[in-house]
Nanobody, 122 residues
């Protein structure tokens, strides 16, 4: 089970920190990813981190503004989002992939959280 949290309403230029906590099992051996889905749009890749946290990947649209991290001791993954823009408004989902390396394709993930809503006002 994955539980995403930390979403909310923020003004443009503000920051939010999303968290994804695993319960019931460990995801230490998994690559982890964040995706988002805006109203009327398809789910899109945001960021991902390898099992060891040695590799991090970002969509071009968030590069330089978002930072993904993981704490394997606490079985959690975080997404620090800075300089938020109205176009970042979406439901954000965390996902786990049964592989040490992540992928930007949502079909490559085996377990999904329920999503947390991020709303950025202009």
């Amino acid at each position: 089970q994955l539980q995403a949290s930390g979403g909310g309403l923020v003004q443009a230029g503000g920051s939010l920190r999303l968290s994804c906590a695993a319960s019931g099992r460990t995801f230490v051996g998994y690559a982890m990813g964040w995706f988002r889905q805006a109203p009327g749009k398809e789910r899109e890749f945001v960021s991902a981190v390898s099992r060891s946290a040695g590799s991090r990947y970002y969509a071009d649209s968030v590069k330089g503004r978002f930072t993904i991290s993981r704490d394997n001791a606490k079985n959690t993954v975080h997404l620090q989002m800075n300089s938020l823009k109205p176009e970042d408004t979406a439901v954000y989902y965390c996902a786990a992939r049964r592989s040490p390396t992540p992928t930007m394709y949502n079909f490559g993930y085996d377990c999904w959280g329920q999503g947390t809503l991020v709303t950025v006002s202009s």
